[in-house]
């Protein structure tokens, strides 16, 4: 932060800006220089012809900051991006953007992330962009523009002809506002990402989207976590999946995703969905639903990332997805965390890895896989050739599960990263660890957090990380490795943080 005494000399390099010719990118993030700052900047902006890149993220310039920079955007013509975020512009300040891009012909970003703006700015922004023709990227995230700003919004769209990524993050735009937008997705032929996290569409909303990717040909991503869509709303996105052809990535995070839904849009991924990305997280779709996707994956070939955190599901609905594996050649990311997937789910998990070889993430955080989990793991990975990140955080594996683990690291020849955090794991574990990094020349990451090594754990450690190469992250933090052990492991590193939390930073070779 600039203090005080800092703002004449502000003022002054500010001033400079008016005749410098090399300045490119100027980062003020977290400088207070308040209304008359931007005042002074705006002055300079109006004859500086380099500065393309512009960030005043939480400077205090209020609506008068924004109003100054807004006149000298209607001059400017090298300005390319503004980041005017956690500023508290308001609809004021959001209004003397508005009026500034109906001229403006260089702006291509710009964030205005957390502003107080509400339908009457959001209704000015709208009005710009019917006739501005370069702006691409448009951040209004947690903002208050309501079903009104977002009509607006919509309007506009119409006939924007140059707009690809619009944010509206948690801005209470409602059922109406989605159904604007839904309408506008219609004929709109620029848009690609479209983020409207947390705002209460619910089923009406979702329906005018969906009935709108049924003819819509340029949208991409689609984020609508945390909506409160239901049946209704899901049913009509399922039956648009089976006919967009542009949509790859699709986040219904924390709706209600009912099982029968789940079929639904399984049967979509069957035929020729285009979807690289979807997200399920925390929907509830329970086994019965696991199963249906599962039957999906068997000849799906396109979907590569799939988010299953949080669903209910136990060692029966893993199994579905693991025989899906077994024939699947394109999913590479699974998540699987918060689920109850047990030593039976892992066992299952386990056969699919010895047959698959395209997975190379999969996570199952806290899913109770136990020693046993791990163990059947383990010998997975002993053969396989594709996984290169392993989360196993909370698991309960113990100084077993790490043996066991150990034991497939001497021979694995992919594996890059290794998640053990919180997994009770005591100086037999991490010795077993250590002897395998004498042998593995692979993994490049391997975090221990919140585990029971003490320093003798980490002496073995050291003892590793003398032969092995590879190695670049060891993290120790929250164990019983005292000032001791942390000065041991510190001979291996160029950055060792000693006390409650040990991070072992080695640089890469060249």
Known sequence: ?????????????????????????LDLNGNSIGENGAQVLGEALKTNSTL?????????????????????????????TLNLQNNSIGDNGAQALGEALKTNSTLATLYLYNNSIRENGAQALGEALKTNSTLATLD????????????????????????????LTSNSIGDDGAQALGEALKTNSTLATFDLFNNSIGDNGAQALGEALKTNSTLVTLNLAKNSIWYKGLLVFSDALKTNTTLAALDLENNLIQPKIVKAFSEALKSKSTLVTLDLTCSLIENNGTQALGEALRTNSTLTTLYLAGNLIDGSGVQALADALKMNSTLSTLDLQNNSTG????????????????????DLWRNSIGENGAQVLAEALETNRGLTTLYLQNNSIGDNGALALSQALRTNSSLTTLDLWGNSIGDNGAEALAEALTRNSTLTTLYLQNNSIGDNGAQELFQGLQINSTLRILDLSQNL??????????EVSH?????????INRPFQL
């Open 495 to 503: 950055i060792c943080l000693v006390g409650t939390q040990i991070r």
């Open 343 to 362: 030593d039976g789910g892992a066992q299952a998990l386990a056969g699919a890895l010895k047959i698959n070889s395209t997975l190379t993430t999969l």
């Open 1 to 25: 932060m600039i203090t005080t005494r800092g703002s004449e000399a502000l003022a002054e390099a500010l001033k400079a800006l008016k005749t410098n010719s090399t300045l490119a990118t």
């Open 52 to 80: 393309a890149t512009l960030d005043l993220t939480s400077s205090s310039i209020g609506d008068n900051g924004a109003q100054a920079l807004g006149e000298a955007l209607k001059t400017n013509s090298t300005l390319a």
């Open 140 to 167: 209004l995230t947690n903002n208050s523009i309501g079903e009104n700003g977002a009509q607006a919004l919509g309007e506009a769209l119409k006939t924007n002809s140059t707009l690809a990524t619009l944010d």
């Open 481 to 490: 490795v005292t000032y001791k052990g942390a000065m041991i492991l510190c």
